[in-house]
């Protein structure tokens, strides 16, 4: 019987056989195994295409891994446009193309078509008939020497630029006032277009002083 402000008893004694729920890992190496030959199987059975598509070079996200680079889901209309490749055609010659994802910078734009660029070089497209070529179909010679690349996603990754190398701090750089320089950019960028705008007025007015002027 329970008094006072305690708690209700309630003890599990119910796991007495504790050896039958130990999850054990002994077929880790038989699956391992496994999951190479189906590897091995499914590019044999694509071959000489490759596995995959290929994927653009994307920076991911947060601070902890945004200096990396790594495979994204697919290249956007813009980079598609810069490659000279339909965006149609894309997804038929083995390029995934991502309809969500936006170039936020210049660089990115450059890396992917280049990317892009060097996968159309290399390009062997096969006829659907071997007896019937179409346009843009690869000639036989080069259909003959089509090898299956065993690198992992098609293309091999773009190596990042290295960084700064450290260097001896001169009297120049510390007499250098770097943090109003900055100041006055961001003040001149945050302005640009206030600047324009009383810059573009200014001169409508001039411009109708002087058509009165010579009215007068």
């Given at each position: ?16 056989l ?23 199987a ?17 920076h ?72 019937k ?18 690198v992992k ?31 006055l ?32």
């Amino acid at each position: 019987m329970v008094r006072h402000n305690n708690v209700v008893p309630n003890q599990h004694f119910h796991k007495t056989l504790w050896q039958d729920h130990v999850k054990t890992w002994f077929d880790q190496a038989a699956r391992k195994k496994r999951r190479r030959l189906k590897r091995a199987a499914k590019a044999a059975a694509v071959a000489p295409r490759p596995v995959g598509l290929l994927r653009p070079a994307v920076h991911p996200p947060t601070n902890k891994y945004n200096y990396k680079l790594r495979q994204g889901r697919g290249f956007t209309f813009a980079e598609l446009k810069e490659a000279g490749i339909n965006k149609k055609q894309a997804r038929s010659i083995g390029v995934a193309v991502d309809h969500r994802r936006r170039n936020r910078s210049a660089e990115s734009l450059q890396l992917n078509s280049q990317r892009l660029k060097e996968y159309k070089a290399a390009l062997i497209v096969f006829p659907k008939k071997r007896n019937k070529v179409k346009a843009g179909d690869s000639s036989k010679e080069e259909i003959a020497s089509a090898v299956q690349t065993k690198v992992k996603g098609i293309l091999k990754m773009p190596e990042l630029p290295k960084g700064e190398e450290a260097m001896v701090i001169t009297d120049e750089m510390k007499s250098d006032d770097v943090f109003h320089k900055l100041r006055l950019l961001r003040a001149d960028y945050r302005l640009y277009g206030i600047r324009q705008k009383n810059q573009l007025a200014a001169k409508a007015k001039e411009v109708g002083h002087s058509e009165k002027g010579g009215v007068v």
